[in-house]
């Protein structure tokens, strides 16, 4: 299996402009998480899919953040428009969730630089 | 609420010494309980994990017991290499209330040759 895959790895943009990140989860799970890591705040969920339906988007820090999750293999989180704070590394992780394993797999992360 | 609390880091170790890093959680069900490992520039991975009271989850030399009645769920190993630098993370996911998973705050860990 090839993991949870992202792209891009690395995204370097100016501020105001619109950020697109994308994520493709292991086959046969059924839910999906976007979190954020920066060095201040630490692991911050900011939304989680369950078959393709969004859960829970308590995390997501603004207006400017959305997500969507188009089928069940595929996501994105895009960033309109991005402010420097936004800088930070993003996971997607994807879990199947229903029998007694919760474990997340995540992808290796994208990480996004504002200047 | 739900919550995990961990030792702070960085914890610096000699390689060949033992480690110990605690992890004590809040819950209001009977959660499953994991140690994710971050290496530098990676995703989380899972470690090891517990689903139930009394259970040890092991792996890769470390372990991790649920003690349900001190709710803590700490992870041990008994000689460290320098390859198990990382920050590690503790965990609880609940099957109530939808499918999230609460991580603490992370531990780093460096161990020098």
């Known amino acids: 299996d090839a993991g949870v895959i992202q792209s891009p790895r690395h995204e370097v943009t100016e501020m105001g402009q619109e950020v697109t990140l994308r994520c493709k989860p292991i086959?046969?799970?059924?839910?999906l998480f976007w979190y954020r890591q920066t060095m201040m705040r630490g692991l911050e969920l900011l939304i989680y899919?369950?078959?393709?339906?969004?859960?829970?988007d308590s995390g997501m820090p603004e207006d400017r953040f959305s997500a969507k999750m188009p089928n069940a293999s595929f996501s994105t989180l895009k960033i309109q428009p991005s402010e420097p704070r936004d800088s930070a590394v993003y996971f997607c992780?994807?879990?199947?969730?229903?029998?007694?394993?919760?474990?997340?797999?995540f992808g290796p992360g994208t990480r996004l630089t504002v200047t | 609420g739900d919550s995990v609390t961990q030792m702070e880091g960085p914890v610096t170790l000699s390689e060949e010494a033992f480690l110990t890093i605690n992890c004590t959680y809040t819950a209001t069900g009977y959660p499953s309980l994991f140690w994710y490992v971050q290496y530098p520039g990676e995703g989380l991975q899972l470690l090891l994990k517990a689903t139930k009271a009394d259970d040890k989850g092991s792996n890769k030399g470390f372990e991790a017991t649920y003690r349900k009645e001190t709710t803590s769920f700490h992870l041990e190993k008994g000689s460290v290499q320098v390859s198990d630098s990382a920050v590690y993370f503790c965990a609880l996911s609940l099957n109530t209330g939808g499918f999230k998973t609460i991580f603490g705050a992370g531990t780093r860990l460096f161990v020098k040759a």
């Open positions: 992780a994807s879990s199947l969730v229903g029998t007694d394993h919760y474990e997340q797999y």
């Open positions: 899919f369950n078959n393709n339906v969004p859960i829970d």
């Open positions: 086959s046969g799970h059924n839910s």
